[in-house]
């Protein structure tokens, strides 16, 4: 009975001593910290708070190779971090100095805390030897987010023994419950870049899942309370426009001045709830979009870029994807309910005002003024919305003597908002998301192409099937309606995302006196995400009413998509490979008439070597035929051959001072050819300069490229329409270059360039002879007849010759498009959350009516065509009151 009294008391110690391992505690200070990167203080002398960091890489689970010490500390203003590094070779450490948040490749440390103690979101603070920093986001437990800035101090310093950090992170910039005694998550990472080597206080092993959800407590911090302080940014900008107006324009003489101010905001409403808000913003200072040439019928998607739209987002875009962590695509087309650059957009009458001689037209839809509000209400829900409302939009023009304004884009309100709670420490989760456009518009022709109003909403969710995480049910479903004038929903059935008007299509026809349409999509999956062995399904549905494009993108309608595949992870190094990846997939889609529109075989793998260069590769086939609901943009259908593709990409060792990646992407079928050849190279000459360049070239022939469709009523078997098409020989040589030049932690020089050269040259006019076939009367044989009139640049095509199918015209669609654009962008912190931006934007384009590629010629015409330039000066100041 003693001995099992004693076999007792030492389990409970055992026990109790694994508890108290799995914690850190803070300690409150007695003394200030100057925050020098300099342990010199009594605090840091203490024995560490933490010292046992592990492997995750290159060697999981082993103890780290250099000893990492770090302490914890508070006072009632902020939470202090300062961690002793140690190394063997400090003369090896990879201290770059570095933009924000750019410190992948060297050495680097890390604190990622989890101040609710949800075990899913949070905030994570880096910094480098040099004293480059980093933070951001941390959500889904899984997933991070680099999009958001926090207003903290971290200094660093380099001697015999390694480096020395220390940080301070004021308890304003963080959320957190309104308790006496917190208890947060936490985790450390240190990452040595020469070894490749990443270290945690508590890793997630390869091939699971869970990040957030592993922290350790973090305990002792008490008596603190969440900041209710106003955060105001104000800021000023002046702007200088020098381009080249044609001649005898009445509204620009070549040179702009236009000054502005406005201001951002951010308060805490209360302990869990966060404002921030934008007044007549400005976002001058993000990167210009490249120049892109899109020759589809699906609109260009550009990521967003601007500041505040970007920080705190993760809560909208994660909608529909809570739970799972691979989410395999298999040609579902691209939706999201949320596309934030909607707002602020180009104004939509501009298009409308083309056959001008004049215009002065905005570039961009003024934000007259944003809000955002996120955080948690109740019992652990998440919570976001954003409301925003844009300029109504002038246009003045002139034809001919006579000036006038036209109104190009109406008084808009938007509005987004989001909730979602996940239970049982996340193994399910449900949400709900909601969109709302409203437009006020003073002018018909506006009101007859634009929604009045434009809704959605959509409820999303998951559940994990086991207790260990590894088999999850995840998936969304969603509802639109938009409502507009008859006029406005026709043109709407009839646009690119539905066609409506197909005559063959008996699921859908034009209602031409709808003035509201409601449509529905979904999609659930079953995913296997941890173990070695991989297993992903899924199956969505578009209903062909469905419609977001107000405030969501949304490529096109009327598919029923699934798909389903697996494979196998071997994530520990052979001698050979470090790790090895084998897969393969079904899918296929349908209309919702039942036509099978894709069908396709892929294999896929990974192999990374033991010196790091990896390969990925993905070899598809398209086994049988199916249709094309889309190539007559609104016709008939057509038939889509059988092909196959096949994909590559080769990379280098991430941690060299060299890296360089390789690209090849190629498709073939009967009808199509096409292969696109991309190379990366990053350059560091200097701890602190780092340039890219990544060429690419792109060759594609397309033997049925789309070029209109015209009213014949002999052509009875094509529903009364004759649908033209043709050869396109498309090239297309580009670049994006960039030069990232950091003088001092705070202050760094950005430079993006990117030349872009395209040509088109078509031949073979054609026109489709029956529906749902591969059958095409090529113009020129058969007695059909094609003449081209070099003084119009017209071609004249007519099916029978001298029958009774009339002559059609059309443009020479031969085309030599040339772009540069590029900026540089000087960015300097002068004080904590207070920049200075100086911007010069450059933008030259020239285009002929040529489809042959000549690169010097091309150049020449380039260089010397006349180029835009925009000079931005913006001043920003932090007040924290």
Request: charged share 20%; net charge negative; aromatic share 14%.
């Amino acid at each position: 009975m003693k001995n099992f009294i004693w076999v007792w008391v030492f389990c409970c110690y055992v026990v109790i001593l694994s508890a108290e391992q799995h914690q850190v505690r803070a300690v409150k200070l007695t003394h200030p910290i100057e925050v020098d990167g300099k342990l010199t203080e009594a605090m840091w002398n203490t024995t560490p708070t933490v010292s046992q960091f592990i492997q995750r890489e290159p060697n999981q689970g082993e103890p780290a190779s250099e000893k990492t010490e770090v302490w914890i500390a508070y006072d009632d203003d902020a939470l202090y971090v300062a961690a002793r590094l140690h190394d063997s070779h400090p003369d090896s450490i990879i201290a770059l100095l570095s933009r924000r948040d750019n410190l992948n490749n060297a050495d680097w440390f890390g604190v990622f805390l989890d101040p609710y103690y949800d075990k899913r979101t949070g905030n994570y603070f880096v910094v480098g030897p040099a004293g480059s920093v980093g933070d951001g986001v941390l959500y889904n437990d899984d997933w991070d987010s680099d999009d958001w800035d926090g207003v903290w101090e971290a200094k660093t310093a380099i001697d015999e023994f390694g480096w020395t950090v220390e940080m301070r992170i004021p308890f304003s910039q963080l959320r957190f419950h309104d308790r006496l005694q917190q208890v947060w998550g936490i985790n450390f990472r240190r990452d040595i870049g020469r070894k490749n080597e990443q270290d945690y206080l508590v890793y997630t092993p390869r091939m699971e899942s869970g990040f957030v959800s592993r922290f350790y407590p973090l305990i002792g911090i008490e008596g603190i309370k969440p900041s209710n302080a106003v955060e105001v940014l104000p800021f000023a900008t002046t702007k200088a426009e020098y381009t080249h107006p044609a001649p005898g324009n009445p509204f620009n003489n070549g040179s702009r001045y236009t000054p502005d101010l406005g201001a951002d905001i951010r308060y805490g409403i209360s302990s869990n709830l966060i404002l921030n808000a934008t007044v007549n913003p400005d976002f001058g200072q993000v990167e210009v979009d490249p120049a892109v040439v899109n020759l589809s019928d699906v609109e260009s998607f550009f990521s967003e870029k601007r500041p505040f739209f970007v920080e705190g987002a993760n809560i909208f875009t994660n909608y529909g994807q809570g739970g799972g962590r691979n989410y395999w695509n298999f040609n579902f087309p691209y939706t999201t309910p949320f596309y934030s650059r909607r707002i602020g957009r180009s104004p939509h009458g501009n298009d409308t005002l083309s056959s001008t001689d004049f215009i002065d037209a905005p570039f961009a839809t003024r934000i007259l003024g944003a809000g955002k509000v996120t955080g948690k209400v109740g019992n652990g829900w998440n919570v976001g919305t954003i409301h925003a409302v844009t300029a109504r939009e002038y246009a003045d023009y002139k034809i001919g003597t006579t000036r006038n304004e036209a109104e190009i884009e109406p008084l808009t309100y938007y509005g987004v908002g989001r909730v979602q709670k996940d239970f049982h420490e996340g193994r399910q989760g449900v949400g709900i998301l909601a969109t709302h456009t409203q437009r006020l518009f003073s002018d018909n022709a506006l009101r007859n192409g634009l929604n009045s109003t434009g809704s959605f909403f959509g409820i999303d969710g998951w559940t994990f099937l086991d207790s260990s995480k590894t088999w999850v049910v995840t998936g969304y479903g969603n509802f639109s309606h938009v409502a507009g004038s008859t006029s406005r929903m026709i043109q709407l059935q009839r646009n690119s995302q539905h066609y409506f008007q197909r005559p063959d299509a008996s699921h859908v026809q034009v209602d031409s006196n709808a003035t509201s349409m409601t449509g529905y999509a979904g999609r659930l999956y079953l995913i296997k995400q941890k173990g070695n062995f991989f297993f992903n399904s899924s199956f969505g549905f578009i209903d062909p009413k469905y419609e977001v494009n107000d405030l969501g993108f949304l490529s096109r309608a009327d598919v029923v998509n699934m798909h389903v595949g697996g494979g196998y992870n071997w994530s520990e190094p052979d001698g050979i490979f470090r790790r090895k990846e084998l897969g393969g997939g079904f899918g296929q889609s349908f209309d919702y008439e039942g036509n099978l529109i894709h069908r396709v075989l892929v294999q896929f793998g990974y192999v990374q070597l033991m010196n790091y260069y990896a390969l990925n590769w993905n070899f598809a086939v398209n086994p049988t035929e199916s249709v094309n609901n889309r190539r007559t943009r609104g016709g008939p259908l057509t038939i889509n051959k059988t092909g196959y593709e096949y994909n590559l990409f080769l990379s280098s060792d991430y941690s060299k001072s060299i890296v360089a990646e390789a690209t090849l992407n190629s498709y073939f079928s009967e009808n199509t050819k096409y292969s696109s050849y991309n190379v990366w190279i990053q350059f560091r000459p200097a701890s602190n300069i780092t340039f890219s360049v990544g060429p690419q070239f792109d060759d594609e022939r397309q033997e049925l490229m789309y070029i209109g469709s015209y009213d014949e009523p002999a052509a009875t078997v094509t529903y009364g329409r004759q649908y033209v098409f043709a050869r396109l020989d498309y090239k297309s040589v580009a670049a994006n270059i960039r030069l990232n030049w950091t003088f001092t932690p705070t202050l760094s020089l950005q430079l993006y360039l990117q030349p872009l050269i395209s040509s088109g040259a078509y031949s073979q006019f054609k026109e489709l002879s029956r529906p749902k076939s591969d059958d095409y009367l090529v113009y020129g044989r058969n007695g059909s007849t094609i003449l081209y009139d070099a003084t119009t640049h017209q071609y004249v095509v007519d099916a029978d010759g001298a029958g009774i199918s009339s002559p059609k015209s059309f443009d020479n669609p031969d085309f030599n498009f040339k772009s540069l654009r590029g900026n540089a962008v000087l960015r300097w912190e002068y004080l904590p959350g207070s920049v200075l931006y100086f911007v010069w934007t450059q933008n030259r384009n020239d285009i002929e009516s040529d489809g042959e590629l000549r690169i010097n010629r091309s150049l020449d015409r380039l260089m010397s065509a006349k180029a835009d330039n925009i000079f931005l000066m913006k001043l920003s100041y932090y007040l924290n009151m």
